[in-house]
């Protein structure tokens, strides 16, 4: 046993690392396109509301990933889901070393479904359908919404005091997003960093119900701002500047389109990823001037992320999952 729980441990900081180099430095990094708010209040605000998440909106997407779509409180439940979330970020680490487009969302839903199909885990199949039916429903809203609300937003009469308006209204749509983030694509850390917990406090037949207990939380919530630092750079830019010709403006409505789309899967419990409703939102607000102001060959990496790191996933951690269920590890 003494083998697995670092195994855990090191994994667990690994995936929110990568979440935080992935996630939070595109999130960050989209609210720097607002160069008069100060960068540290858009990370402290990220933050803030990212450990306060789970107490505001309690942890149902977390929990999607530890007992939905898998039943990993059966026995070797716990070391089929470290299979899934090892090959989660393997596979997106390939994927982005060769310039391709991926999720770390997708990769995990792949990754914990796959290993838990090898290992010979009851699968539910209902769950995951509508998982992946949430998922690619997500940026369909964000598209609507960024769309209709553009709309809107080129019919308010410009004032004198409209760039202040526009950074007030950036503010509170930040707010907004940040809290989409935390009650949503942000769960997978607390559904990893819950595993690794309960198999540090029971072994590995104690995968069942997560908590969050503060003071983890606050150290969750400092590796993910970390990696994000690391990763503010090569990512921060990517979806304001690569996918269209974008004004501050067109960020508000983008941000206000993917939080609602976002938000809209909570309620189903399903993990849904912000950065491509994101991405969907600054297209549709975009569209709303004109299809050439949008970069196409960027948007279409959107579903290039979903046919080559689902089913990458999904197919490597099967075959892991299939060899620890050869192995008999229980």
């Not at 716990?78 to 994927?95: M, N, P, Q, R, S």
């Not at 359908?129 to 609300?149: H, I, K, S």
């Not at 019919?155 to 997003?177: E, S």
């Not at 938000?263 to 991405?279: D, K, R």
């Amino acid at each position: 046993m003494t083998g697995w729980v670092p195994a855990f441990t090191v994994t667990a900081v690994a995936f929110v690392l990568v979440t935080g180099a992935n996630d939070g430095a595109t999130l960050i990094g989209l609210g720097l396109r607002f160069p008069d708010v100060p960068g540290w209040l858009t990370a402290a605000l990220l933050v803030a509301v990212l450990f306060a998440g789970p107490y505001l909106v309690g942890i149902s997407v977390a929990r999607t990933f530890t007992e939905r779509l898998v039943a990993f409180g059966a026995a070797g439940g716990a070391a089929a889901f470290l299979a899934g979330v090892v090959t989660a970020l393997v596979v997106v680490a390939v994927l982005t070393g060769r310039g391709l487009p991926t999720s770390l969302t997708l990769a995990l839903i792949g990754g914990i479904t796959g290993a838990g199909l090898g290992a010979g885990l009851p699968v539910s199949w209902s769950w995951v359908g509508v998982v992946l039916a949430a998922g690619a429903a997500a940026p369909v809203a964000g598209l609507v919404l960024g769309y209709l609300l553009g709309v809107l937003a080129a019919r308010i009469p410009a004032t004198r005091r409209m760039p202040r308006l526009v950074r007030v209204a950036h503010l509170l749509a930040y707010g907004l997003q940040s809290l989409a983030y935390a009650a949503n694509d942000g769960q997978k850390m607390i559904a990893v960093a819950g595993v690794a917990l309960a198999v540090r406090a029971g072994g590995l037949d104690a995968v069942g119900e997560i908590d969050v207990p503060p003071p983890w939380m606050a150290a969750l919530a400092g590796l993910f701002f970390a990696g994000a630092l690391a990763g503010l750079r090569r990512v921060g830019a990517r979806l304001g500047r690569g996918l269209a010709l974008t004004r501050p403006p067109h960020i508000v409505c983008a941000e206000v389109a993917a939080s609602g789309a976002v938000l809209g899967s909570v309620a189903l419990g399903c993990p849904v990823s912000i950065t491509q409703s994101i991405a969907a939102g600054v297209v549709g607000v975009a569209a709303r001037e004109g299809v050439r102001r949008i970069r196409w060959q960027q948007v279409a990496g959107i579903a290039l992320a979903w046919v080559v790191t689902l089913p990458a996933a999904m197919l490597l951690a099967t075959v892991a999952g299939l060899v620890l269920r050869l192995l008999g590890v229980r």
